[in-house]
């Protein structure tokens, strides 16, 4: 299905699925959950800690749910289990959004990549739109430092539109918790433990052992869980911390929770800087 065909297929259904209730795209979809938007930030100069949990900045699913990282702490320890937010699109602004898909031309690409500002600007983010087709292909691209210098290339611009478009939703829509399907667990080295509260080391959570996670990163081991050890699991990281540590045996580890979202790829090792 060609890009154009799809927009006006979304948009359609959008208008038409409005009045009753049904999600923008969903019969298009046998999964009202099926990813058609991704917006995530990759790089930049953070800890590796940070890097490994970023949760995408929007995800937009066919039943019309934005999904988005609330507001947190502000200051450290924050929460271990990092909290997702829901809102719906409606159909006009979905109908805004596609249209702002097609003029950036993302179903013609597999990946493209704007570095202009890399020679201007360091220590920045790398903002990667993907699009999801009828069919779940993903189309990327990304914009090395977006919105902090201008650029030659109409998609940059374009992609700034989109982000804003998603902002105001996710800004001014009722949200909900984001429940999710999937837990992201990462354990890690016990890194920073002066700071952790005095007494806050707790016993090993997990079914499987550290040294069966698989290791990722610089250190750090991943798995995720669904179900009832994904539900059993939630409940037991609500009130633990960033710096909580978990024992097992003689050595203590950090972990890092959260829901993942349509679309994502679990345990994905971070994107470098920039």
Request: glycine share 10%; with cysteine; aromatic share 10%.
């Amino acid at each position: 299905m060609g890009m154009r065909t799809f927009v006006a297929f979304l948009a359609a259904f959008a208008l038409m699925t409005a009045a009753c209730g049904g999600g923008v795209g969903s019969r298009l979809f046998d999964d009202p959950d099926a990813p058609v938007l991704q917006v995530r930030s990759e790089g930049g100069f953070a800890p590796a800690m940070f890097l490994l949990n970023r949760a995408p900045r929007y995800a937009l699913t066919a039943g019309g749910d934005l999904i988005f990282e609330g507001p947190g702490p502000g200051a450290f320890p924050g929460p271990m289990l990092i909290g997702l937010q829901a809102t719906r699109v409606d159909a006009v602004t979905m109908e805004q959004i596609l249209e702002v898909v097609d003029a950036m031309g993302l179903a013609g690409i597999d990946f493209e990549a704007n570095t202009e500002a890399s020679s201007r600007v360091a220590d920045a983010t790398t903002e990667v739109v993907t699009f999801f087709d009828a069919e779940g292909r993903p189309h990327r691209f990304s914009v090395y430092a977006l919105g902090l210098v201008s650029s030659s290339d109409p998609r940059v611009a374009r992609f700034e539109e989109l982000a804003a478009l998603l902002e105001g939703v996710a800004a001014s829509g009722a949200a909900v918790p984001y429940v999710g399907q999937r837990l992201q667990v990462w354990v890690g080295p016990a890194e920073g433990s002066a700071e952790r509260p005095v007494g806050d080391v707790r016993d090993w959570p997990l079914p499987e052992a550290f040294d069966d996670l698989v290791p990722v990163f610089a250190g750090w081991r991943c798995t995720t869980y669904e179900g009832a050890e994904r539900d059993r699991l939630v409940e037991l990281f609500s009130d633990a911390t960033q710096a909580t540590r978990w024992r097992s045996g003689d050595a203590e580890y950090t972990m890092l929770a959260r829901p993942l979202v349509p679309g994502e790829e679990p345990c994905a090792a971070p994107a470098g800087p920039g």
